[in-house]
């Protein structure tokens, strides 16, 4: 007969038995789960990178498709672009050959007062340097040279030495301009890098400088408006004078920093101002370069309102105009000193299209170019010429 102690030995050898076949039952049954579940993300995974391998397919033929599309409408679009320039060549030439009349309605009697009033003031005959009866016919061509400096500025040649270097001037009241030894130099040069640095006594107003036989004409910075004579050889000024025009105004609406527009043309060196007496309008000064006297003064009936910029060639005055938002330039109103050249007399010449406005112009007798500074962009503009009318 079994003892006790073998009973209970007995018992408990079953219970660890069956505690061990139901645990093995549970990691059995875990690891089958187990088991599905890697199965199932294999599958999964599976699907995935067969869906992830034709959504790449679709996107690399759509990114074909796209390919072509750019193609075909880069083409599209030279071809367009090539049509605009086209229009715009034609819209010159009609514009050229028919230009639109100042909107300003003006009343008559007030059109023959004013000239009135500017014919007494000219009565002195104006005695002639030269026999230059030239006046711009059309812009025959534009050329872009680069872009150096800020939105406004002046650049110009020796307008008078022919002795080919080339000036910049950037900004409106700066006191270092740059000095090239030839325009070619300018245009391949880094920058102003290569230029010789030639620093004033004093800051410039506005950019209405004039370069003139190796001399540098510009108004100086103060609150009198005074015209300094420059040696650029030697590089100490010459002379100075303030000019004897009381109650002064911006001369141009566009570009209100310039005060006095220094120009130069065949018969020498000229003025372009504005005062309170004429506030509307545009005035003009014959200077003789030498001195810095004053030899004649003239009111014109061209408007202050909406111009940018001015030059002068052969005794006459041409003012360019724009609008707020910068537009095309446009050549709407002429004065010449001699009464050889009306409105009448010359068609609304407009520029070809550019960037901004022009804060200068500068013409070169020599070369009948215009030297323009364009928002920051230096310009060069061959003019076209034909003979004044015989009055």
Not at 8 to 13: C, E, I, Q, R, S
Not at 19 to 29: F, G, T, V
């Given at each position: 007969?079994m003892?006790?102690?073998?009973?209970?030995?007995?018992v408990f050898?079953?219970?660890?038995?069956?505690?061990?076949q139901?645990?093995?039952?549970y990691?059995e049954?875990?690891l089958?789960a187990?088991?599905?579940?890697?199965?199932?993300?294999?599958?999964?995974?599976?699907r995935?990178a067969?869906?992830?391998?034709?959504?790449?397919?679709?996107?690399?033929?759509?990114?074909e498709?796209?390919?072509k599309?750019k193609?075909?409408?880069?083409?599209?679009?030279?071809?367009?672009?090539?049509?605009?320039?086209?229009?715009?060549?034609?819209?010159?030439?009609?514009?050229?050959?028919?230009?639109?009349q100042?909107?300003?309605?003006?009343?008559?009697?007030l059109?023959?007062q004013?000239?009135?009033?500017?014919?007494?003031?000219?009565?002195?005959k104006y005695?002639?340097l030269?026999?230059?009866?030239?006046?711009?016919?059309?812009?025959?061509?534009?050329?872009i040279?680069?872009?150096?400096?800020?939105p406004?500025?002046?650049?110009t040649?020796?307008?008078?030495s022919?002795?080919?270097?080339a000036?910049?001037?950037?900004?409106?009241?700066?006191d270092?301009?740059?000095?090239?030894?030839?325009v070619?130099?300018?245009?391949?040069?880094?920058?102003?890098?290569?230029?010789?640095?030639i620093?004033?006594?004093?800051?410039?107003?506005?950019?209405?400088?004039?370069?003139?036989n190796?001399?540098?004409?510009?108004?100086?910075?103060?609150?009198?408006?005074?015209?300094?004579?420059?040696?650029l050889?030697?590089?100490?000024?010459?002379?100075?004078?303030v000019?004897?025009?009381?109650?002064?105004?911006?001369?141009?609406?566009?570009?209100?920093?310039?005060?006095?527009?220094?120009?130069?043309?065949?018969?020498?060196?000229?003025?372009?101002?504005?005062?309170?007496?004429?506030e509307k309008h545009?005035?003009?000064?014959?200077?003789?370069?030498?001195?810095l006297?004053?030899?004649?003064m003239w009111?014109?009936?061209c408007?202050?309102?909406?111009?940018?910029?001015?030059?002068?060639?052969?005794?006459?005055?041409?003012?360019?105009?724009?609008?707020?938002?910068p537009?095309?330039?446009?050549i709407?109103?002429?004065?010449?000193?001699?009464?050889?050249?009306?409105?009448?007399?010359?068609p609304?010449?407009?520029?070809?299209?550019r960037?901004?406005a022009?804060?200068?112009?500068k013409?070169?007798?020599?070369?009948?170019?215009?030297?323009?500074?364009?928002?920051?962009?230096?310009?060069?503009?061959k003019?076209?010429?034909?003979k004044?009318l015989?009055?």
């Amino acid at each position: 007969m079994m003892t006790a102690q073998q009973l209970l030995l007995l018992v408990f050898t079953g219970l660890v038995s069956a505690q061990q076949q139901a645990l093995m039952d549970y990691l059995e049954r875990r690891l089958l789960a187990i088991e599905d579940r890697i199965s199932l993300w294999h599958e999964q995974t599976s699907r995935y990178a067969s869906e992830l391998r034709e959504f790449k397919q679709q996107i690399v033929s759509q990114l074909e498709g796209l390919d072509k599309n750019k193609e075909a409408l880069r083409s599209e679009l030279e071809t367009v672009g090539t049509r605009v320039d086209r229009v715009e060549r034609e819209m010159d030439y009609l514009e050229t050959q028919n230009g639109a009349q100042p909107c300003v309605d003006v009343d008559d009697k007030l059109v023959e007062q004013q000239v009135t009033v500017i014919k007494e003031r000219n009565k002195a005959k104006y005695s002639k340097l030269t026999d230059c009866k030239d006046m711009i016919s059309s812009i025959k061509a534009m050329k872009i040279l680069k872009r150096v400096g800020g939105p406004k500025g002046m650049w110009t040649k020796d307008l008078g030495s022919g002795s080919g270097k080339a000036y910049v001037f950037n900004g409106t009241g700066e006191d270092t301009l740059y000095e090239f030894r030839s325009v070619r130099d300018f245009t391949t040069s880094q920058g102003t890098s290569g230029a010789t640095a030639i620093k004033l006594p004093h800051s410039w107003k506005g950019m209405g400088h004039a370069v003139y036989n190796n001399h540098l004409y510009y108004v100086e910075k103060g609150e009198e408006l005074k015209v300094v004579k420059f040696d650029l050889q030697k590089g100490s000024v010459v002379d100075s004078a303030v000019f004897p025009a009381e109650n002064q105004l911006p001369v141009y609406d566009l570009n209100p920093e310039t005060y006095i527009d220094l120009a130069v043309d065949e018969e020498g060196l000229w003025a372009i101002y504005a005062t309170q007496e004429s506030e509307k309008h545009v005035s003009l000064a014959k200077i003789d370069p030498k001195t810095l006297d004053i030899e004649q003064m003239w009111d014109t009936p061209c408007l202050r309102e909406n111009a940018e910029a001015a030059f002068v060639i052969c005794g006459t005055v041409y003012v360019v105009y724009n609008s707020k938002l910068p537009s095309r330039s446009r050549i709407q109103c002429v004065f010449d000193v001699s009464d050889m050249v009306t409105n009448d007399d010359v068609p609304v010449v407009y520029f070809p299209k550019r960037y901004g406005a022009h804060s200068s112009l500068k013409y070169s007798p020599l070369e009948q170019l215009l030297y323009a500074w364009d928002d920051g962009y230096q310009i060069l503009y061959k003019l076209l010429m034909k003979k004044k009318l015989e009055v």
